[in-house]
């Protein structure tokens, strides 16, 4: 059964997001931008039919909404290459991180690609709008943009107007894995999902479990002193 897609509703910002960039790109990040990007890039019509997108066969899809720097994205699809993994980020100089990562110097254009990674650089809801139903078998937001203040609080991704939206991708039983350090946003997603009858959301762990490989932000946390929260939603 094919269910409409939900509206972005009203009153939710154009973007959940910032800046795209931070400082200039230096000529090395342009040349990943402009010759590695456009090779791994996910196109408009690969996103309608997400699991014929990739070089090879694959045994789920998994989608990384704001991939930061990169290290998980590219950690679980090292572990797990039979998947096929869209990581979405606006951020340029995140994506030149990432692609740093997988083209050697010199090789932009030619360095062989990751047949099971492709990169989504708009924003993350654009895509999931794009996506079929039911086509995800995980979702992956790991120690998102907290947008502590009180007049921004509508850009943060986990929320109850993005709840159908992010439902109607996931297939019953899928998971939705949550990490955060800022207290503001960890009672955030108590309260937005105590709202929803679409996920149930079990107590979350507070030591990174197995198989949630670690990021740049949580170990800034740990040496920070903040206690980051780890959930794991299952789709109803």
Do not use: E, K, V
């Given at each position: 059964m094919t269910h409409p897609?939900?509206?972005?509703?009203e009153g939710v910002p154009n973007r959940l997001y910032g800046r795209r960039r931070g400082h200039p790109l230096r000529p090395r990040q342009q040349l990943l931008m402009d010759a590695t990007l456009p090779?791994?890039?996910l196109s408009l019509e690969q996103a309608a039919t997400p699991a014929a997108a990739f070089g090879v066969p694959v045994v789920e899809v998994w989608l990384e909404v704001g991939f930061g720097g990169g290290e998980h994205a590219l950690a679980q699809h090292v572990a797990r290459p039979d998947v096929g993994y869209i990581a979405s980020e606006v951020f340029e100089n995140g994506l030149c991180s990432l692609l740093t990562r997988l083209a050697p110097e010199g090789e932009e254009a030619t360095a062989p690609l990751p047949p099971t990674l492709r990169l989504w650089s708009?924003?993350?809801r654009q895509l999931l709008h794009l996506m079929p139903d039911a086509c995800l078998d995980r979702l992956f937001l790991m120690f998102p943009d907290p947008w502590p203040k009180a007049r921004h609080s509508k850009r943060r991704f986990v929320q109850p107007t993005m709840f159908g939206l992010v439902a109607r991708v996931l297939k019953p039983g899928a998971l939705w894995r949550i990490a955060s350090d800022d207290p503001t946003y960890q009672a955030w997603v108590r309260e937005s999902f105590a709202q929803t009858t679409l996920f149930r959301l079990p107590e979350p762990a507070t030591v990174r479990p197995a198989g949630w490989p670690p990021t740049r932000y949580e170990q800034k946390a740990l040496r920070e002193g903040r206690q980051p929260l780890y959930w794991e939603a299952v789709r109803k």
């Open positions: 897609r939900p509206p972005i509703a090779r791994l890039r708009q924003d993350a």
